[in-house]
Nanobody, 125 residues
Framework: QVQLVESGGGLAQAGGSLRLSCAVSGRTLSTFPMGWFRQAPGKERKFVAAINWSGSMTYYEDSVKGRFTISRDNAENTVYLQMNSLKPEDTAVYYC??????????????????WGQGTQVAVSS
């Protein structure tokens, strides 16, 4: 079966940076559009970013535009989320996701086929 394993989470101060990685095993990364979601304490899971199979198209939630960058390295079967200018409101568990496709409702998580286990990101002020 396909497994997605996140890494790179941790504690950062406001204004700092973190880079999350998601390693895919069981199938090549190029098979799936990929993305990231996050869930803050007491909040629902929300879309953060997505990238198509080739890496030519990217999508971002409004609050992270200009600060976060999603990328992928298909040769390494890995997708990344570079997070800069972190804010306390970025604190959440971040989940890597593999999509069936990037359909109209992909931001809602309806098109997610596989989920990672999550990695904690905590941003202090």
């Amino acid at each position: 079966q396909v497994q997605l394993v996140e890494s790179g989470g941790g504690l950062a101060q406001a204004g700092g940076s973190l880079r999350l990685s998601c390693a895919v095993s069981g199938r090549t990364l190029s098979t799936f559009p990929m993305g990231w979601f996050r869930q803050a304490p007491g909040k629902e899971r929300k879309f953060v970013a997505a990238i198509n199979w080739s890496g030519s198209m990217t999508y971002y939630e409004d609050s992270v535009k200009g600060r976060f960058t999603i990328s992928r390295d298909n040769a390494e079967n890995t997708v990344y989320l570079q997070m800069n200018s972190l804010k306390p409101e970025d604190t959440a568990v971040y989940y890597c996701a593999a999509f069936f496709s990037l359909g109209d409702n992909f931001r809602d998580g309806a098109d997610v086929r596989y989920w990672g286990q999550g990695t904690q990101v905590a941003v202090s002020s």
